[in-house]
Every structure is written in structure tokens, then in C-alpha cells.
């Protein structure tokens, strides 16, 4: 397991790391993007045989669920059971002697922030994973810190990783005039084309309708689905400004981003 800093973190505040002990830190996540929103966060606090995603490795199934769907546990999809971080992991806010996780709900809207307290129970590393909606299959992601102990304030900047479990076709999955080729299943959700978030209040409307596909292209009214592994930083949307053709139904000028992607704040208080 990879333990340096992929996320391209910068520590301001710099204190020495001494050997973990239980803290309840408090964690501030910020959107820096103008027009991706954030799903629901998936915060782990783990040891070192705990790997939530490997840049260069092939996706695991839990992680192709949350860069895709944005799912993380059976209540949110039980259709992923035995297959999401929940499998994984184990039960959520429990010592399950590996790790200890939580989902921390809502959307994180662009330039925005929220602030969560988190239980690290004793573990030394700690892991942040949310997807960027609307895209196919891009998270942001915090992989494998050493959680600091000494009080103070721990400043990180993380990327946009591509999962690689699906190709960037930046289809509309609100498009009822494109299915899945082979299957004729509509777009949109695990394993299926198309970008996911259709209805979340994040630029929506921005959002095209007569794309031909960019990484998979329409024919005769069907998408293939495939795959562009390993996990790799992603190259970001294509995008386009015609609303009604073109390649995209993402807008050029309104979901492209810049890395990073996010701003991550912990604050470990004083004993």
C-alpha cells in the first residue's frame, strides 16, 4: 500500500505526527470547483491494510459504485450490496478493527463548505472519497494521510481521479432518446453510459441534450459501455457550447475544472 501524500496535500501549520491516539478531529471539506457538486463523503479512519483506491490500480467494484453512482452503503442503493465500501468496511461508525467510516450526507454545492466531526478511533490513517456530479465516473479523493495528533490546523488540496470504470461519453442521463447498447437500459446509475446527476441542484440546466458522445459516440440511438483503467488523475470534461448537438452535453465553459478540486481543513483540538 502506497502511504505517501497522492492527493497533493500541503500542510500549513506543520506540527510533528506522533503515534496514533484516539481524536475526534474536525473536518471542513471545501468545493473549489465553479459547477461540480459533491456526493454524500465517504471519511475513513484506517490502518495500513485498508486501501479505499490506488492510483495505477485497477478500481475495485466499491469504488467503481461511489465514482459512478455516488453510492457507498446498501441504504443508499441496495442494489449494491455486497459490493459497495459498506461490504468492504464493514458497519459503519464502529471499530471494525481495520477501520472506522461514516458517510456524511448532502451535496457539497461549488465554492462552498461543510465541517463534520469525526471519531478516528484509534487509527493512524485517515481517507476521503466523494464523486463529482455531473461526470461519469470522476471522485475526489484523500488517500491514506497520516492522521496529525499534535493540535493545530492541517491544510489539504486534493485532485480529480478518473475510476477508469467507465468511458467519458458527458451524455445527458436524463436522455430518453439513448440507451445502453445490448441491454437497452436507460443512462445513468452503476455499470450503465451516461453522466450521473441528473437531478441534483448543481447546474443542471446547463446541462445539453443532443450530444453525439465523447469518449463513445451514439449509434442508432445506443451508447456502448466500456472502461479507460487504471485510476488516473482525470484529464477533465470535454464539454462544448452547443446545448443542442456537438459532441457533449456538458458546457465548456461551466463544468470544466481546474485540480484541485477540493480543499480539505483538520483541525485536531487541543487536549
Do not use: C
Amino acid at each position: 500500500m502506497k502511504l505517501s501524500k497522492l492527493a497533493g496535500a500541503t500542510l500549513f501549520a506543520m506540527a510533528s505526527v506522533s503515534a496514533a491516539q484516539a481524536v475526534t478531529l474536525d473536518i471542513e471539506i471545501t468545493n473549489l470547483t465553479q459547477a461540480q457538486s459533491f456526493t454524500p463523503r465517504l471519511v475513513v479512519a484506517h490502518d495500513a491494510t485498508v486501501d479505499a483506491f490506488e492510483v495505477g490500480e485497477t478500481a475495485s467494484t466499491a469504488l467503481a459504485w461511489l465514482a459512478e453512482g455516488g453510492v457507498i452503503d446498501d441504504e443508499q442503493e441496495p442494489a449494491s450490496s455486497g459490493e459497495n465500501f459498506e461490504a468492504v468496511l464493514g458497519p459503519v461508525d464502529t471499530d471494525n478493527g481495520s477501520n472506522t467510516w461514516h458517510r456524511f450526507g448532502g451535496l457539497v454545492a461549488p465554492s462552498t463548505s461543510l465541517s463534520y466531526p469525526f471519531d478516528t478511533m484509534d487509527k493512524p490513517y485517515l481517507s476521503i472519497l466523494s464523486m463529482l456530479i455531473p461526470t461519469n465516473d470522476a471522485f475526489v479523493g484523500l488517500d491514506s494521510i497520516m492522521i496529525p495528533t499534535e493540535p493545530g490546523t492541517y491544510t489539504y488540496y486534493l485532485n480529480a481521479y478518473d475510476a477508469g470504470t467507465e468511458l467519458n461519453d458527458e451524455l445527458n442521463s436524463a436522455r430518453t432518446d439513448v440507451v445502453e447498447a445490448e441491454t437497452g437500459n436507460a443512462l445513468g446509475g452503476y455499470g450503465v453510459p451516461g453522466v450521473a446527476g441528473g437531478g441534483a441542484p448543481t447546474r443542471i440546466v446547463d446541462l445539453g441534450m443532443g450530444g453525439t458522445g465523447v469518449a463513445a459516440q451514439v449509434v442508432n440511438g445506443e451508447v456502448e459501455d466500456g472502461t479507460d483503467g487504471p485510476v488516473h488523475i482525470h484529464r477533465n470534461a470535454l464539454g462544448d457550447t452547443d446545448n443542442a448537438g456537438g459532441a457533449s452535453d456538458l458546457d465548456s465553459t461551466v463544468h470544466r475544472w481546474l485540480n484541485p478540486v477540493a480543499r480539505v481543513v483538520i483541525t485536531v483540538p487541543a487536549s
